[in-house]
């Protein structure tokens, strides 16, 4: 049963597992280990039993398997060969033992770190997997990771060259650009003085009567040029106004649509077109094409009625003339024209060879040419795109000086509240043809009215931060500056306008702190120097004295009269001379004396409203008696506090008569 079944390292459960003997020592002294012949031939798996070894084991179940496990745990393998054999062969010259000549990779085995060789890496060629496995086949935990550093050193140090490179490619590239375009700034300079020059030279010559084989060179294409010059501006303008009046001779109509205006002249004129119906291709009639500088003109042509009178013997007295009528004309910059060529199929292509569309807007119209080549069509196409293109730029030069003189005067006016009423200025602002050129002198440089616009914004700045000093001292230099500009009339009322606006503002703002701060003696002083130094020397007399009137007639009262009329007497008068000393002397600190007689003025106001107070108090109390007398003493003892600002008030405090007082 055990042979049939085989062995087995897995048995059921219901067995018991077989357990293996402990060694026992040999009871023959020749059973000793065998010699490595015999290890060898077993490691090869020549497995052979031992002759001189015998164990007595124990004859249990299991047995077999037991003594399988034990062979297994107890298998030698053989030694290593012996490398460093002085009998080999050497190796060739150049090459290292463990490395491969072609990877430059180091033997393997080395205890040295790893180095990135940086010209494998390079090579376009590489096999990473191959690299990596040759290389870092016996490398350590150590040799890894250095040599995982250097790639990333070497792949951070490439990145940086990288960029490096971009950037100063596209600086050198930046710059470069910078120069070419200056370059062709300058070479379209160049060329526009020399063909001034050679115009001008052209001219002197044709006028002082030189003969052209004297002047011209031999060359011809130099000659053409030299005669294409010599018309002057005026000459060819005229020359221009020539060829328009001819068109309106020879095209009826044709001087509704196409007006006179300066520069406009005839580009091209051809006769031989038909025009075409878009759906059947069927002539519909004949017409002219005539190309102007802004304007594509259809003329369509017209046969003249013949006079039955005239007809002799059956047939016309005069052959019909023919005439043309101007049908249709469109600026150049709202058409496009197509070349139908291009469009058509393989068969159609000899039918549309002289066939071209114009568009406008959304109408199509077809034209074709009589001629059997398409030279008349090429040249048509060619000057259009040639005029549209000249046309093109100098809009858009036109529109270029137009936002330039806005953006140098006429927007800054716009934005300017001040100029609204300025209505002669504008218009003259307006009409100047060289509003651009409008300069002034500042410090010895020219400077154009944005430098302006820009001390008016600082100007503001400086108002709404509340600095009043520098604000000052800002429309002061203005102002300065504005009458300098004698022989610049126009620039120096602009500058005016613009500044008054401003210290307007300014003055406005140090009068409401002038009148919340007319109590303290040095904020007081300074914000009437400001008003004095913007040239508001009148307001700020009259907002101080003002602020002072309030102060007395709110001070006076506060005094609360309780039965006591010499107390209250007292308190009175104090209240008022008090402060009509200290509003004195503090108006002749601010202000020069040719100012004074408005102060003695507005004094002498307030003693006469001091005079009505103390009439009514004492209206009830009899003339010499002891009340009387000493209110009266308290009252000019108090009038005498305005010796000291220069001002006798003494004799002037005195009781009205009831008529007087009813009067005031």
Known sequence: MEDKRGFSLRQKKAHRRPAISAPKQLSNQSTTAPPLSQASSRTNGLSEKPTNISRERPDRPGEKTADLVKRRYSTRFAQLPDFNNADAPPLPNGHVAGEDPKLNIPAQGSAQSLNVDVAALKDPNLDPEKYSTTVLADASDQQLRDYQTSLRKLKNRASTDLQQNVYQNRTQFIKISKDAEKLKDEMRNFRNQLAEVSSTVSNLMSKAGIPESRAAPTDLATRSRKQANRSSVANLEAMWNVQLHELWKTVEGSQKFLPAIPGRHVVLEQSRWVELDAATWKTKQRVRMILLNDHLMIATEKKNRVDPSSVIDGEPEKKASIRFVADKCWPLQDIDILDLVSMAGARDKHEMANAMSIRYGHESFTYRSDRSDASDKTKLLRDFRTTSEELRRTLRAETENTAKSKEAINYYVAMDPTLSDKTDLLRSLSNSKNRPDILIDVDGKQKNLRWVEGQIDELDIEIALQQFEDAVRHVEKLRKLARGLKGNLMAQELINTKVDGRANKLA??????????????????????????????????????????????????????????????????????????????????????????ACVKWAKEHLDGFNVILSRQLSSVQRGSPTWNECMEQAKEHAMMVDEVGLDFKELVRVEPDEDRENT
Request: aromatic letters at 14%; a positive charge.
């Open 508 to 597: 406005d703002l140090v009068v409401q702190r002038l009148t919340n701060t007319h109590s303290f003696s040095t904020a007081t002083q300074m914000n009437i120097a400001w008003l004095v130094r913007l040239g508001f020397d009148d307001r700020a007399r009259d907002c101080y004295l003002e602020a002072r009137s309030e102060a007395i007639t709110k001070r006076a009262r506060q005094c609360i009269f309780e039965g006591d009329l010499r107390d209250y007497t007292f308190q009175v008068s104090f209240v008022y001379f008090t402060l009509m000393k200290n509003t004195v002397r503090t108006y002749q600190q601010c202000f020069p004396p040719l100012m004074m007689s």
